[in-house]
């Protein structure tokens, strides 16, 4: 995800700031990161408002491959010291996730689970993550990010399933605390799906919600804390 998002602030800084060269620089290294076939038309800038007719491309990573296509894209854009966005606005977001092939594993290949387990015995505690590691994408974000008509495909019971609906993302400037609502419809079927996040310095809270067909599906509300120690 975060991942995603830089390329994306890399391909708007550089149209930018470069123009056709930047394009041709912005290619090469999206064609480094996975991204193929990648195109846009209609770039236009005025003032702080980039806007672009269409763009599309291709996505590929080892789980699988993302082709996705945007239209009447909208950014505005603030600048401390490199291009900060207020504002993403996509009127048409069209998303093709078709997974991987699950590999073909040799059962004679597996590792013996006894051996497994005795590793595991000797083996070192793992280090627990920082929650604020995980959210630091979060940074990237911009203030507002709205899809008016969003569109995603995926596969389902051996055939294709489309969702169709919209999504919102609002991040507070200061704390970086986000609130973001997707809706989805498939068929006569209304999915919902609600998010709160909070991060203070030494906390961070998540609140999501998931309905479907208008009955609460899952919740999940959890608190991280950042153990201090006190030292003799």
Same mark, same amino acid.
Request: hydrophobic share 45%; charged share 25%.
């Given at each position: 995800?975060?991942?995603?998002?830089?390329?994306?602030?890399?391909?708007?800084?550089?149209?930018?700031?470069?123009?056709?060269?930047?394009?041709?620089?912005?290619?090469?290294? +999206?064609? &480094?990161? $996975?991204?193929?076939?990648?195109?846009? @038309? !209609? /770039? #236009? *800038?005025?003032?702080?408002?980039?806007?672009?007719?269409?763009?599309?491309?291709?996505? +590929?990573? &080892?789980? $699988?491959?993302?082709?996705?296509?945007? @239209? !009447? /894209? #909208? *950014?505005?854009?603030?600048?401390?010291?490199?291009?900060?966005?207020?504002?993403?606005? +996509?009127?048409?977001?069209?998303?093709?996730?078709?997974?991987?092939?699950?590999?073909?594993?040799?059962?004679?290949?597996?590792?013996?689970?006894?051996?497994?387990?005795?590793?595991?015995?000797?083996?070192?505690?793992?280090?627990?993550?920082?929650?604020?590691?995980?959210?630091?994408?979060?940074?990237?974000?911009?203030?507002?990010?709205?899809?008016?008509?969003?569109?995603?495909?995926?596969?389902?019971?051996?055939?294709?399933?489309?969702?169709?609906?919209?999504?919102?993302?609002?991040?507070?400037?200061?704390?970086?605390?986000?609130?973001?609502?997707?809706?989805?419809?498939?068929?006569?079927?209304?999915?919902?799906?609600?998010?709160?996040?909070?991060?203070?310095?030494?906390?961070?809270?998540?609140?999501?919600?998931?309905?479907?067909?208008?009955?609460?599906?899952?919740?999940?509300?959890?608190?991280?804390?950042?153990?201090?120690?006190?030292?003799?």
């Amino acid at each position: 995800m975060g991942t995603a998002l830089r390329i994306l602030l890399v391909v708007v800084a550089l149209l930018m700031l470069a123009g056709i060269y930047a394009v041709q620089w912005t290619q090469a290294r +999206l064609l &480094e990161a $996975g991204v193929q076939h990648l195109e846009w @038309r !209609d /770039v #236009r *800038l005025s003032g702080r408002e980039l806007s672009v007719g269409a763009v599309s491309g291709l996505y +590929l990573a &080892e789980q $699988g491959q993302l082709e996705f296509a945007a @239209r !009447d /894209v #909208r *950014l505005v854009f603030v600048w401390h010291g490199g291009p900060r966005f207020e504002l993403i606005d +996509l009127g048409d977001l069209d998303l093709d996730w078709e997974p991987a092939p699950e590999p073909l594993v040799d059962p004679h290949l597996l590792p013996d689970p006894d051996a497994l387990e005795a590793q595991d015995g000797d083996a070192d505690q793992p280090r627990i993550p920082d929650p604020h590691d995980w959210f630091s994408f979060t940074d990237y974000l911009p203030q507002a990010t709205r899809v008016r008509h969003l569109r995603i495909a995926v596969p389902c019971h051996g055939q294709r399933c489309t969702l169709a609906g919209g999504l919102s993302l609002l991040r507070e400037a200061e704390s970086g605390a986000l609130e973001g609502a997707v809706n989805l419809l498939h068929g006569d079927q209304p999915l919902d799906w609600r998010l709160n996040l909070a991060r203070q310095s030494e906390r961070v809270e998540l609140d999501s919600t998931l309905s479907l067909s208008g009955v609460e599906a899952l919740q999940l509300r959890s608190a991280w804390e950042v153990a201090t120690r006190s030292g003799a």
